[in-house]
């Protein structure tokens, strides 16, 4: 079955340490996209890419970084300068003139 | 740029009830819109969308929204809810149908009593 695949589920960072989530999907899909949940707060977008080894910041990129040097690989990494990073992480991807496909997430909270 | 609005942050219905959850955007053109439920600790599963035609719009599980241009809104409802439809709910929108930002509200939790 063709879906998005977020790992791990769950991750803790301690100060001062970067981490990295993993988003791989094999939909085909060429965008793919980052978000943020917190309670009461809905999705907030970190970063976006529409095609290989481009990407954009979203509404809330500072403290992240992310790469795409393949199509169905968009790792996101929670560098030491996000000061407050726990929250629930959601990878999604789509094609053109189609809705968002979500993964299950990753809840990142601190030690 | 374009907005949500979920008013509703919270709403409980008896099971079998009917359920209308409420939805506003801002944006001066026609917006793609959708509708998307979260189960606790799950991304989310799509339930529709209005890209457009018909303004009338039919999901998956007994779901369906209206687009009302002249409201900016689109609401979502269905005749009689069971006791799996507790989640939260998001409406979101997009300037188009290609890869732009995609808006998300801030989510209604429902409650689903017996």
């Known amino acids: 079955d063709g879906g998005i695949t977020q790992s791990p589920k769950y991750l803790f960072r301690k100060e001062g340490q970067n981490v990295t989530l993993s988003c791989e999907q094999n939909?085909?899909?060429?965008?793919m996209y980052w978000y943020r949940q917190d309670p009461g707060q809905g999705l907030r977008l970190i970063y976006y890419?529409?095609?290989?080894?481009?990407?954009q910041k979203g509404d809330i990129a500072e403290g992240y970084s992310v790469s795409r040097e393949k199509k169905e690989s968009f790792p996101l990494t929670v560098t030491s300068a996000q000061k407050n990073p726990t929250a629930f992480y959601l990878c999604?991807?789509?094609?053109?003139?189609?809705?968002?496909?979500f993964g299950d997430g990753t809840r990142l909270s601190i030690l | 740029a374009q907005s949500v609005t979920q008013p509703d942050i919270h709403i409980t219905v008896s099971e079998g009830a009917s359920l209308e959850l409420r939805c506003n955007y801002s944006?001066?053109?026609?917006?793609?819109l959708f509708w998307y439920v979260q189960s606790p600790g799950q991304g989310l599963q799509l339930l529709l969308k209005?890209?457009?035609?018909?303004?009338l719009v039919q999901g998956i599980k007994g779901f369906e929204a209206e687009f009302k241009r002249s409201q900016s809104s689109f609401n979502l409802r269905k005749p009689s809810v069971h006791w799996s439809d507790a989640a939260e709910y998001f409406c979101?929108?997009?300037?188009?149908?290609?890869?732009?930002?995609?808006?998300f509200g801030t989510g209604t939790k429902l409650q689903v009593i017996p």
């Open positions: 999604a991807s789509k094609d053109s003139n189609q809705p968002q496909h």
């Open positions: 939909l085909n899909h060429d965008a």
């Open positions: 890419s529409q095609i290989v080894n481009d990407f």
């Open positions: 944006y001066g053109a026609t917006p793609y």
């Open positions: 209005y890209f457009s035609g018909d303004t």
């Open positions: 979101a929108v997009a300037l188009s149908g290609g890869y732009q930002k995609v808006t």
